[in-house]
């Protein structure tokens, strides 16, 4: 199978082309940055020029999908035009176009965002027994997989640079602070005492939220660290099975599969 993956979040878009299922390496851009429409838009350009033509096709028609995970509504409609203005193809939309990808027991499940449930989609399908995800990007997701295989719900907390902002923002004094790691426990200035804040709650909340879903379980669940800001601390996190930085293109790929598989299922239902 050809799939261009992109995954869309807040401030960044992730790419990951599958040639013939063989993961390229994984392109990202900032949704800030000056031009950024334009260099997407060759990048795409460039992996669907590789992908191949449908041999028994009547007309000349690539062998391949593009397929979208997005929390961004606008970028998603500024990527779907990308696509047919670079390409002349249209996207599929998890949750739109492609199935959810995971059973889940939450209320409204198509309120919680697809890239959640497409990294936890792609972490059962590895572990295959009971998971935490933890995806730290603009915002910290921390959601809890059983061992059936099944979404149970997470939490939602702010990341690092929301968190440092808001300190900003809601204080006469504290200044704007970019994130990097601290040099210690404590800071012994004021920027480096607000990175150490953030920094080490990070940790305790990832560790604290992992025993109380072990003590729901019964057991210490698989725990699996993803998303941009997750390298940062990933050293401290010794309770942390993997870390896995492109698990949501991962998981793009697997709920358009499972897509696949479960419409030829039916296909075959129906002529039996």
């Given amino acids: 199978m050809n799939l261009i ?31 950024v429409e334009e260099r997407l838009s060759r990048q795409l350009a460039d992996y669907w020029d590789q992908v191949p033509l449908v041999k028994s096709a009547k007309e000349p028609t690539k062998d391949g999908v593009i397929v979208v995970s997005s929390v961004n509504p606008d970028w998603t409609d500024r990527v779907r035009q990308i696509c047919l203005d670079a390409l002349g193809e249209k996207i ?4 739109q176009d492609v199935p959810l990808p995971i059973e889940t027991s939450v209320d409204s499940p198509f309120e919680v965002g697809t890239d959640r449930l497409i990294t936890a989609a792609a972490a059962f399908s590895v572990v295959e027994d009971a998971v935490v995800v933890a995806d ?23 990341g690092f640079d929301m968190s440092l ?8 004094k504290l200044p ?16 480096e005492a607000m990175r150490a804040g953030v920094y080490w709650a990070a940790v305790g909340l990832l560790e604290t939220l992992c025993r109380k879903y072990a003590e729901q379980l019964g057991r210490w669940p698989h725990v699996i660290l993803t998303g941009g800001a997750a390298a940062l601390f990933k050293d401290d996190c010794d309770f942390v099975d993997s870390y896995v930085p492109d698990l949501a293109v991962r998981g793009i790929m697997i709920a358009y599969k499972k897509s696949i598989f479960e419409a030829d299922d039916l296909e075959h239902l129906k002529d039996d």
């Fill in 136 to 158: 730290f990007g603009t915002a910290v997701t921390i959601d809890l997989v059983d061992e059936t295989g099944v979404f149970v719900g997470g939490t939602i907390s702010p």
């Fill in 176 to 191: 704007q602070v970019k994130m990097q790691k601290p040099s210690g426990v404590y800071g012994s200035n004021t920027a």
């Fill in 92 to 95: 599929k939309v998890i949750g």
């Fill in 165 to 172: 902002g808001a300190m900003h923002e809601h204080t006469a």
């Fill in 5 to 35: 993956a992109i995954d869309i979040g807040n401030t960044n878009i992730k790419l990951a082309f599958f040639l013939d299922d063989n993961e390229q390496p994984l392109v990202s851009f900032s949704l800030a940055e000056d031009g």
